[in-house]
């Protein structure tokens, strides 16, 4: 009910391609976050969405938090080599509980 | 200015042993908020404190324990290591208003083994 469905699971493109993954959930959610994470190391967060409807970009990324508040996107335009990572989407609960997607994994051919 | 600060970095322990995992957030920030992440999983939300109070827990028994000290960093204990707590344990501090998660920033982590 409460767990936030990520697709797609892995994705390989070749750099200047635009890329989009999204995350679905039974839920409602009042916050919805992206993040990307390197090997080693924690991960990073790309952009925060607030309000059901809001689309807010950052560089080449750009997310939405769906209307409905069960879903939100992440689009990459002009993929580079170093967008080649694992992204996550999270849900933040009512109750402050965050909950994760399982991530996709891009790897961007030069 | 510091990001969030982790230690140790890696661990390893025997079954049944304990083990403390500490974390200092950034400057400023009064939110902590403790993940298990799972090789080839998302991070799983296992506690956040504010103002040193437990504001949030998942679903994680009650062999995990955690604490906030007064200058916001904070301590996870696991008790009674399983094999299936072998993970990544993240730590992310936010500035929270009214003491919700919003922007969390992550620290490095700790890799815990357990054998």
């Known amino acids: 009910g409460q767990q936030l469905n990520q697709s797609p699971q892995s994705m390989f493109i070749q750099e200047g391609e635009d890329v989009s993954m999204n995350c679905t959930s039974s839920?409602?959610?009042?916050?919805w976050l992206w993040y990307k994470q390197d090997p080693g190391e924690g991960p990073v967060l790309l952009i925060a969405l607030y309000k059901a409807g809001e689309l807010t970009s950052n560089g080449r990324l750009t997310a939405q938090f769906g209307i409905t508040r069960k879903d939100s996107f992440l689009n990459i335009s002009a993929s580079i080599p170093s967008d080649v990572g694992i992204y996550f989407c999270a849900g933040q609960l009512y109750n402050n509980d965050m909950r994760f997607g399982a991530g996709t994994r891009l790897t961007v051919k030069p | 200015d510091a990001g969030v600060t982790q230690s140790p970095t890696h661990l390893i322990k025997t079954r049944g042993q304990q083990v403390t995992l500490r974390c200092s957030p950034i400057s400023g920030h009064k939110s902590v908020s403790w993940y298990q992440q799972v090789l080839g999983q998302g991070p799983q939300f296992i506690f956040q404190?504010?103002?040193?109070?437990?504001?949030g827990r998942g679903n994680f028994p009650d062999r995990f324990s955690a604490r906030q000290f007064p200058n916001y960093s904070s301590e996870l204990n696991v008790n009674a290591l399983l094999l299936g707590d072998s993970a990544l344990y993240l730590c992310?501090?936010?500035?929270?208003?009214?003491?919700?998660?919003?922007?969390?920033?992550f620290g490095p982590g700790t890799r815990l083994t357990v054998l």
């Open positions: 404190y504010y103002e040193k109070e437990e504001r």
């Open positions: 992310a501090s936010s500035l929270p208003s009214g003491g919700a998660i919003n922007e969390q920033f």
């Open positions: 839920s409602i959610f009042n916050t």
